[in-house]
Every structure is written in structure tokens, then in C-alpha cells.
């Protein structure tokens, strides 16, 4: 079976979207050429010397990590530095390089789902939702073709609320237009105000779906001119966003929950704040560095948060309401290989992807 890269990019775009990475980030494609064809993948969960050579041992001409290689533009390539030399690596070997990063990170079925999954938290919800997201279609059709044209833009992924699909409002009302001398009308007849009875339909949908909703509508609108609004809405968006919160049940005291996470996540050692004898029914997660949430954990009313590169003064942030532990950067997001490998081969079974057998961790413990 091959593939090229491109093929494997939708995939992967379509399940954790580019436009949900963060602004400092560097997810996607940072090395290669979409049409290239695949000989092996190897799945990493950053990309170091070593993983280079277990990729050339292996015949892999495709590392996926979920760390970038590249995070900030190169001016030059001089083997300056280790990603200088990495970089010079992988062109010379004609390796492509991709990146799952905070996209991942922020996708609803993302890293923090499965680390939810793994420690039993149900009724998970992003804990900070994305901004800036979503907006909202509108448009008009004759009242017999209002159907085709709201199917059309459910299955372009607009109407998605919550846990509910095919969302969309819809008003009756009267169109007026006339057609010039150089227009073919759908319906009416050239120079004379027509008066239509027309549907007003509307859907919200994710930003970053705009121009494929919009051809969607194109192609099954029966006017020869569509007229369509579109706004921007500041509504939350709950399919993105940081971190995670749910429901641990049975609830657990804090030296239960802590030995669980410690041994589940297979932690040589955990960071935590001070311990305050309270039991821990609700939890909120951040993989990688999530400091930046722990006023969104307390809000949320959550009794722990699981993060991790926590400070020695954010520590004092806990006051009491809840407990912070540091569960470490790699050991929170290890797990990235395999989230990444379930996306791939249930895409495509008869492919061998190879999960990186390369301990990356540059944090020891003695």
C-alpha cells in the first residue's frame, strides 16, 4: 500500500484542525513535500538524533512527533545549534518532518481526553474553551429547495452544538429580485420584480470550515446568484480549547488519587501542593505546561489539576481550594504516540506505522 504525505496529512487535520493551534506553535508540515510518497511512518514524540537513525534503520522516509522540530524560523542553517543540525539531518536524508502539536493539545478528542480516559474521569468538558472560533451562516432559498441546501451544509460540518448535530433556525419568508438582460434566472423572468416564497437558514459552524460551507452552499443553492451573510460570533466554542475537567467516580481521598495517577501515568515521583484533607470527586487536566489554567481549574470547582513545569510559586496558588500536581512534561504527553497511531491505522489498517521505541525524556531523575 502507498500513500503521500498529503494523504496523511487530511487525515490528521481533519481529526485535530491547524487553525487550533496556538499562535507560537508550529504544527504541520515543517519538512518535505506534500505528493511525496510514503515508504514507512514512525510516530515520535519529539524528534532527536536518535529517533533520525531509528527512522533510517527502519527504511522511514515520514516522522510524525508531536513535539515541532522547528518552533521559531530559521535564518540560517549552519549546525549552530541541535536543531540546525536535526534539520540538516532529515533534508539530507530526505526525511519529511510533521508536527501534532497544540492542536492536538486542543481538540476535544485530543491528549487530555485520553489522559481523562486513562484515570477514569467521565463527563468530560474543555475547561478553557476557544474563542474566536466559531461563526454563523446565513442564507435564502426558495422554500422547496430548503431542504437540499441545509442537508448540504450539515454535511459540510456546520450545525454542530454541544452533543447535537443538524442545528440550524429557519424562517418563512418573501424574496423580491429582478434580473437584468444578462442574467439566466432559476426562477422569475428577465426585467420583472419577482417575488419568491424563500427560507432564511441558519447555522453556526467552526471558523476554519468558511470556504468549504461556503462551495457546499454553491453547489446546491438553485439561484444563480446566492445571497449569503456571514458573521463572526464571540461565543465559547466547546469542541476546542485548554485543558479538560470531569467527574471522578467513586470519589477518592487525595493520597488514593495521587497513588492512582502515579502509577497509571507510570510517574518515578510526583509534585504536588499541600495536601487538604478533602476528597477529589472533580479533576481537571492539561497536558504540558498548564499553569497558565489553574485559575480556570478553581473556577471549574475542581479538587485536583494535573499539569505539568509547575513553578515553585505557583504552588501557593493551590490555597486550600484544590490540589496541584506536577506529573511531568514528558510523562503527561507520552501518550501522544499512541493517540496519534489510533488516528492512522483506523484510517488505513493495512499500513504499518511505527511507534518510536525512543525514550526522548531529557528530564533524569536520580
Request: proline residues 4%.
Amino acid at each position: 500500500m502507498t500513500m503521500t504525505i498529503r494523504e496523511i496529512k487530511q487525515v490528521l487535520e481533519h481529526y485535530a484542525p491547524l487553525e487550533l493551534q496556538e499562535e507560537y506553535d508550529n504544527a504541520g508540515l515543517i519538512i518535505g513535500n506534500p505528493d511525496t510518497k510514503i515508504s514507512n511512518i514512525l510516530i515520535s514524540l519529539d524528534i532527536t538524533n536518535e529517533v533520525l537513525d531509528e527512522a533510517l534503520q527502519n527504511d522511514c522516509n515520514f516522522i510524525i512527533s508531536h513535539h515541532p522540530l522547528i518552533f521559531k524560523g530559521l535564518k540560517r542553517l549552519v549546525g549552530e545549534d541541535h536543531v540546525q543540525l536535526l534539520t540538516v539531518k532529515a533534508i539530507q536524508n530526505q526525511i519529511a518532518v510533521y508536527a501534532m502539536h497544540t492542536n492536538l493539545d486542543n481538540s476535544i478528542n485530543g491528549l487530555n481526553a485520553w489522559v481523562c480516559d486513562l484515570l477514569g474521569i467521565k463527563n468530560c468538558r474543555i475547561l478553557s474553551p476557544g474563542k474566536g472560533l466559531l461563526s454563523k451562516l446565513v442564507t435564502f432559498c426558495p422554500v422547496n429547495h430548503s431542504d437540499r441546501v441545509r442537508q448540504a451544509l450539515f454535511e459540510a460540518g456546520a450545525g454542530h452544538i454541544g452533543n447535537y448535530d443538524c442545528c440550524s433556525y429557519n424562517l418563512t419568508g418573501q424574496g423580491t429580485f429582478r434580473a437584468s438582460e444578462n442574467a439566466n434566472p432559476f426562477i422569475g423572468e428577465k426585467n420583472v420584480v419577482h417575488v419568491e416564497p424563500e427560507s432564511r437558514i441558519e447555522v453556526i459552524f467552526p471558523r476554519f470550515i468558511e470556504h468549504r460551507l461556503v462551495s457546499a452552499l454553491l453547489q446546491n443553492h438553485p439561484y444563480e446568484e446566492v445571497a449569503y451573510d456571514i458573521y463572526p460570533l464571540s461565543n465559547t466554542a466547546g469542541f476546542a480549547g485548554s485543558g479538560m475537567v470531569g467527574e471522578l467516580d467513586p470519589a477518592m481521598t487525595e493520597t488514593q488519587f495521587l497513588e492512582k495517577v502515579k502509577k497509571l501515568l507510570g510517574l518515578p515521583c510526583l509534585r504536588h501542593s499541600e495536601l487538604v484533607g478533602k476528597k477529589i470527586s472533580r479533576v481537571a487536566v492539561c497536558t504540558g505546561s498548564g499553569a497558565f489554567l489553574i485559575p480556570e481549574a478553581k473556577y471549574s470547582g475542581a479538587d485536583a489539576f494535573l499539569t505539568a513545569d509547575l513553578k515553585y510559586h505557583e504552588f501557593f496558588d493551590a490555597n486550600g481550594q484544590l490540589i496541584l500536581a506536577d506529573i511531568g512534561h514528558y510523562e503527561s504527553e507520552r501518550f501522544a504516540k499512541d493517540l496519534i497511531y489510533g488516528i492512522l491505522i483506523k484510517k488505513f489498517p493495512n499500513f504499518a506505522f511505527l511507534i518510536s521505541k525512543i525514550d526522548t525524556n531529557p528530564v533524569h531523575y536520580y
